[in-house]
């Protein structure tokens, strides 16, 4: 199985490194063709207004779409999770796919990093690192709350679309990449 990860810019290291190890491939994605035979998607932290621009490319919204109604799973990770959602900071994102909103570095420079206990819903907690995450302040009725930290949502899903505000990859061991490429692959 092979899956991609959008690296427009940002932390796309670890998370090769992490699907590596679980005896996935893994394809850096720069452009539209790159989807191409790949099964599932990251798209990761790091600074959304660079990759936004790379992200609304034509190109890349066209192959992205097709590839999206192949019904493959994807993953949106902190910048990501903004790249991917529907109301950023109250703007309408025009290339948002999840009926999500979110305020991008909503923290404050005192939380600019922070490690904090996430719970799921079936009461496993883990810790996980935050930097310069978003809040999530709606979810649209399709959207699942997966998980919380101090009350607010953290993980969610819509059908095979996964959002965090926080890196799995920075701290592994969450079962994140298991829930999100293989338990999402059957299910609608
Ligand atoms: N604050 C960044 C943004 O909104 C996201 C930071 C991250 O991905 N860790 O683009």
Redesign the pocket.
């Known amino acids: 199985m092979i899956i991609g990860i959008v690296a427009f810019q940002?932390a796309c290291r670890e998370h090769e490194t992490l699907l590596l190890k679980r005896g996935w491939s893994v394809r850096r994605i720069l452009k539209g063709e790159d989807l191409e035979g790949t099964k599932g998607l990251i798209f990761p932290?790091?600074?959304?207004?660079v990759m936004k621009r790379f992200f609304e490319e034509e190109g890349f919204q066209k192959a992205f779409r097709r590839w999206r109604d192949k019904g493959h799973p994807f993953w949106g990770?902190?910048?990501g999770a903004?790249l991917l959602s529907q109301k950023v900071d109250g703007r309408i994102n025009p290339c948002g796919v999840i009926d999500v909103s979110l305020e991008?570095?909503a923290y404050g420079r005192h939380r600019e990093s922070d490690s904090r206990k996430i719970a799921f819903n079936d009461g496993t907690t883990v810790e996980g690192i935050f930097?310069?995450?978003?809040r999530i302040t709606e979810t649209g009725a399709s959207v699942h709350i997966e998980a919380r930290s101090e009350g607010d949502p953290v993980v969610l899903r819509d059908g095979k679309a996964w959002l965090t505000t926080w890196?799995p990859e920075l701290r592994d061991g969450a079962g994140l990449y298991e829930k999100v490429f293989l338990q999402s692959h059957g299910d609608s």
């Open positions: 940002g932290g790091g600074e959304s207004t990770i902190c910048a903004v991008r570095n930097i310069r995450a978003p890196h």
